[in-house]
């Protein structure tokens, strides 16, 4: 089989594909022939040496695949060849065959490209997971998310609409301003022209927001105080602006916050079934009746790969970059 090797730490041009040994599952294991797959940002950071794959998991980037059932393992029922899935990987996203757990896999929607569905797994899954059973948002509640257009923020928006919250996002430009609106957030912020904090307390007050999706870590750290109100879930999911910095421990007793992080890839895989039920159950069906949809801002060709980690590096991309095998 292909596969996309990175040959040592560092840029773009590091990516290569290669050939790998076809992959055979052992007793509860299944094999799906991989069509396309999803970009994240754990896939650039990977790249560059700063996130390592989980002890035992391949060194083949990729979080996320969509494909069909080509071999069944021993002690396997409910599941034949030629199935429609997608899913969660912690690796080998970005190969041909891809190996994992039946309880894992998703089921591709018939109306479903497998390239739409590469772009839901990832993006859905992490925002149901922070929004829901970590934050409990709730109807009429309000939530900040960074980074919105992005493949998570896009996810994130459109679940939080679904059950009726009040949505704010900070985007880099005017055009995914606009995109943003289009998918539901009441409130648009480009951060490099207006503070977010004063945009939010003009729009909804002083420390008026329940829940917030936070990218940027340290970079953000006052400015969301600032916005949670009492009793505030605080949701953090990555770091790009940054992961130190001192704090005042006082803020976070005083107004009764709960700071929770979530990275999905090293979570025990009784929660990976969990949340993936989860989702088969409660989201799923809300991209049959497209309540939900999938975001997809371009399509790139697995030769295409560095191009494609380029645009996600620049910061262009509106919703999920998708690789097509």
């Not at 599952?25 to 950071?45: K, M, S, T, Y």
């Not at 989980?54 to 083949?60: A, L, R």
Request: proline share 5%; hydrophobic share 40%; glycine share 10%.
């Amino acid at each position: 089989m292909r596969a996309i090797l990175v040959k040592s730490p560092g840029g773009v041009e590091e990516l290569e594909i290669s050939e790998l040994p076809d992959l055979s599952p052992g007793p509860g294991e299944v094999v799906v022939r991989n069509f396309a797959a999803g970009i994240n940002r754990a896939d650039l950071l990977q790249r560059r040496g700063l996130y390592p794959p989980p002890k035992g998991v391949t060194d083949v980037l990729g979080l996320e695949f969509a494909g069909e059932v080509e071999i069944i393992g021993e002690r396997i029922e409910g599941i034949e060849v030629g199935d429609r899935v997608c899913g969660l990987v912690p690796g080998g996203g970005y190969q041909e065959q891809v190996l994992t757990r039946p309880e894992l896999l998703v089921p591709i929607p018939d109306h479903f490209s497998y390239e739409a569905a590469a772009a839901v797994p990832e993006a859905f899954m992490t925002a149901s997971e922070a929004l829901f059973h970590l934050a409990q948002l709730r109807p009429d509640e309000k939530v900040l998310i960074h980074a919105g257009a992005s493949g998570v923020g896009t996810a994130a928006i459109q679940l939080a609409k679904s059950v009726g919250a009040q949505i704010a996002v900070t985007v880099s430009n005017s055009e995914k301003a606009e995109y943003c609106r289009s998918l539901g957030a009441d409130l648009t912020i480009s951060y490099l022209e207006e503070d977010f904090q004063e945009q939010i307390q003009a729009e909804w007050g002083s420390h008026s927001v329940d829940v917030v999706l936070d990218f940027i870590g340290a970079k953000y750290w006052e400015q969301n105080l600032k916005c949670l109100k009492f009793g505030g879930r605080w949701l953090v999911l990555g770091l790009l602006g940054g992961n130190r910095l001192e704090v005042d421990l006082g803020k976070i007793l005083f107004q009764r916050l709960k700071i929770l992080g979530l990275a999905m890839r090293g979570l025990p895989l009784e929660d990976k079934i969990r949340i993936t039920e989860t989702f088969k159950k409660v989201q799923l069906p809300l991209f049959e009746d497209e309540t939900l949809k999938p975001i997809i801002d371009r399509v790139y060709l697995f030769e295409e790969v560095q191009e494609a980690h380029r645009r996600m590096e620049a910061n262009e991309n509106k919703g999920k970059l998708i690789l097509r095998f």
